[in-house]
């Protein structure tokens, strides 16, 4: 008899286990379909908030959503932030489902994972007005010096243009912590470089225009700008 016992003492402690498993295995199923039902109408009323404050013509002018389409995916920069939305409200329930099982190291990762999204989200937005700004600056840019006669004027607003995407690009890759200080020094070395080949080419090949200008503007003493014009 007492062998008998002796054998089932761990089925009985098995069957324990399962008892007291079985009422945290069903919270957390709970917490998962509530968390799931959740994340959708966020998703759904997220997207159809951001759409009607237009966000998605600015994300389309701004060039993010051609770029994502070029990637071969159809959805466009507000369906995006749509899902992160809702994979946050998942995590979420993940979260709170695998700490009521008691396994702290998937929770302890999955709650690193749900921290790095707000940036994809802030990165997102970062890119979006930026790049929104930088095709404005460029087109102000090209309309300006058209206007006023410069020549290459096209080639001087895809240079702004690029110059702040380049800017704004480094700011949402600071949100993200990618690349941190080897990616600004980078972008500072690229930039100075830029700027100084840009001024040896005016220095050297525009130093007589440069001169009929500073002339026009401050002529030299006996000279009238009336002659500085007709020359």
Same mark, same amino acid.
């Given at each position: 008899m007492e062998s008998i016992e002796v054998l089932l003492d761990p089925a009985r402690a098995f069957l324990y286990q399962i008892a007291a498993f079985l009422p945290r295995l069903a919270l957390a199923a709970v917490v998962l379909l509530v968390g799931y039902l959740l994340a959708r #109408? &966020?998703?759904?009323? &997220?997207?159809?908030g951001l759409r009607? @404050?237009?966000l998605h013509i600015? +994300?389309?002018?701004? =060039? !993010?959503?051609?770029?994502l389409q070029r990637g071969g995916t159809s959805s466009d920069t507000v369906d995006l932030l749509g899902r992160l939305a809702y994979w946050v409200v998942i995590l979420a329930a993940?979260? @709170? #489902?695998?700490?009521?099982?008691?396994? #702290? %190291?998937v929770t302890e990762l999955l709650g690193r994972v749900m921290l790095f999204v707000p940036r994809v989200v802030v990165g997102l937005l970062i890119l979006a007005f930026? !790049? %929104?700004?930088?095709?404005?600056?460029?087109?102000?840019? +090209?309309? %300006?010096t058209?206007?006023? =006669?410069?020549?290459?004027?096209?080639? &001087?607003g895809r240079l702004a243009r690029y110059a702040i995407t380049a800017f704004v690009v480094i700011i949402a890759l600071d949100q993200l912590d990618i690349g941190g200080v080897i990616v600004r020094h980078a972008f500072l070395i690229l930039l100075g470089g830029i700027v100084l080949a840009f001024a040896l080419a005016f220095g &050297?090949?525009?130093?007589? $225009?440069?001169?009929?200008?500073l002339e026009q $503007?401050?002529?030299?003493?006996?000279?009238?700008?009336?002659d500085i014009d007709d020359s």
């Open positions: #109408a &966020l998703r759904f009323g &997220l997207v159809k009607a @404050v237009n600015v +994300t389309q002018r701004s =060039g !993010m959503d051609g770029f993940l979260i @709170v #489902a695998f700490n009521s099982l008691g396994a #702290a %190291y930026g !790049m %929104y700004f930088a095709r404005f600056v460029g087109t102000s840019v +090209t309309a %300006y058209r206007s006023i =006669g410069i020549r290459d004027a096209d080639s &001087l &050297l090949g525009g130093k007589d $225009w440069a001169a009929a200008r $503007w401050w002529p030299t003493p006996g000279r009238s700008r009336h």
